[in-house]
Nanobody, 127 residues
């Protein structure tokens, strides 16, 4: 059983940065593609970024390209999401999710394709 736990959320002002982490137990994250999703109040869950399995290919949503970066820390069995130049529209609950097959350019942002989910961490960007 894979258990994912997100951390690093908080309240920041526009233009500031946060770094989220997704830690796993029960599985080696190197064998999984990890996606980051977010959900704002009253909106559907949105794909933010994804990192592939062994090739570590990365994908980003259009609204975060150039501002967010995803990466792995295999020694800690975590995947992180560095979020820079945060905007008020980045506010939401951020979830990490795992799937065991390589993501595709069109499928990586589909929540239903992921097998395991964390509980989420709140990110609030406000002045």
């Amino acid at each position: 059983q894979v258990r994912l736990v997100e951390s690093g959320g908080g309240l920041v002002q526009p233009g500031e940065s946060l770094r989220l982490s997704c830690a796993a137990s029960g599985s080696n994250l190197e064998h999984s593609a990890i996606g980051w999703f977010r959900q704002a109040a009253g909106k559907e869950r949105e794909g933010v970024s994804c990192i592939g399995t062994y090739d570590n290919i990365t994908y980003y949503g259009d609204s975060v390209k150039g501002r967010f970066t995803i990466g792995r820390d295999n020694a800690k069995n975590t995947v992180w999401l560095q979020m820079n130049s945060l905007r008020t529209e980045d506010t939401g609950i951020y979830f990490c999710a795992a799937q065991e097959w390589p993501p595709t350019p069109t499928g990586w942002s589909t929540p239903a394709l992921y097998d395991y989910w964390g509980q989420g961490t709140q990110v609030t960007v406000s002045s």
